[in-house]
């Protein structure tokens, strides 16, 4: 395990990469600069836990000691994973599986290169009073989701979108036919409210609002669901996207990224790192520190640079079926990933 060779005051440095919008993007396709140094430009969400593989290995140098200079952008919350990339004309990204098949389908292709997150870290959270029962109050998970039949569910994307649908799915395999949907975004801000104040029987959390409600104790968690229905535990969740090009491209660049994510994740489970990780978790985010150690504690653990390509190509073949993918243009592994890492 490698220990953090470099100051606070260099991590900031190589942390304030972080652009603009609208800046000039004339770098992040070249090849090396004449130091040897390449850019990568990464969109992602502000806020997110995910985030942290990649912003601690910048502050630690990991990208810096393979020639990486990282440059970050936020993700427009009004477009999707490909759609962003085009938009900030960005190198990669992080996205569902749901999101990956649909841009290629819709004329916006990209790959997965490497692993993130293996499954959907859905967690089904009720007002703090409910009596609506709870894995963790031992009661199956099947049970649980029977519950909900006629209830209000908040969910994070509209009525229709992969998410939805997959959450419906989910409900099915309980028996669970009739429910009321109230798209209440994908913060946690929102959804905290609701369940506050009794417009939803139940809302879909993920880190770290997940462990922003379980920290307030304003919520009842009900169900993880990556550990109940077929469509969350056996289906694969996000992954590093990028444009086929740059991958195709730049081989070996994604390879090293990939690298990098490994390394960074290693150093997030090490006992020895926690109080690094738990501090850049907490600048990076805005979360409090009594947050951030349930985060760290709880949501890491599914988090892998492997592309499973039995797994990968099961979820494309139930997303046709589930009615997220139209069975044309085929959602395949051959043409959604390419691991630069299996040569």
């Keep these: 395990m490698r220990t953090p060779r470099h100051s606070r005051a260099a991590a900031a440095s190589a942390v304030l990469l972080a652009i603009t919008l609208g800046a000039t993007a004339c770098g992040t396709q070249e090849a090396a ?13 502000p806020g997110q836990s995910y985030r942290l593989p990649v912003v601690l290995a910048a502050q630690e140098g990991m990208f810096e000691e393979r ?13 999707q994973g490909m759609q962003g990339l085009q938009a900030t004309d960005s190198d990669i990204g992080i996205v569902t599986v749901g999101t990956l098949g649909q841009g290629f389908q819709a004329g916006d ?22 009596d609506l029962p709870s894995t963790e109050d031992g009661a199956p998970w ?17 009525v229709g979108s992969g998410l939805q649908l997959i959450l419906a799915a989910a409900l099915a395999e309980a028996g669970v036919e009739e429910v009321t949907y109230v798209n209440l975004g994908g913060g946690s801000a929102a959804a905290i409210a609701a369940i506050d104040n009794g417009s939803v029987d139940v809302a879909q959390f993920t880190p770290p609002g997940t462990q922003h409600v379980l920290d307030a104790g304003s919520g009842k968690p009900l169900l993880y669901m990556s550990e109940g229905p077929t469509t969350y535990r056996d289906y694969y969740g996000s992954g590093w996207v990028a444009p086929p090009e740059f991958v195709e491209e730049r081989p070996e660049t994604a390879a090293a990224f990939c690298d990098v994510i490994d390394e960074a994740l290693e150093f997030i489970r090490d006992p020895a790192n926690r109080e690094t990780a738990l501090d850049t978790l907490v600048e990076d985010t805005g979360i409090t520190r009594s947050v951030a150690e349930l985060v760290l504690d709880q949501a890491y653990d599914d988090f892998s640079t492997e592309l499973d390509r039995e797994r990968l190509q099961t979820t494309f073949d139930a997303y046709v079926d589930l009615g ?20």
Aim: aromatic fraction near 8%.
């Design 33 to 45: 600069d004449s130091s040897g140094t390449e850019t990568v430009r990464v969109m992602m969400f």
């Design 142 to 158: 099947q049970e649980v989701l029977q519950a909900l039949e006629g209830k209000k569910i908040g969910i994070q994307t509209p």
């Design 324 to 343: 997220i993918f139209e069975p044309e243009p085929e959602p395949s592994y051959e043409v959604l990933v390419d691991d630069p890492r299996q040569g």
């Design 109 to 130: 292709p990209g790959v997965f290169f490497c692993g993130g997150i293996s499954v959907l870290q859905t967690m089904l959270v009720a007002p703090a009073d409910s």
């Design 67 to 79: 020639g990486i200079e990282l440059e970050f952008t936020e993700q427009p919350a009004n477009l």
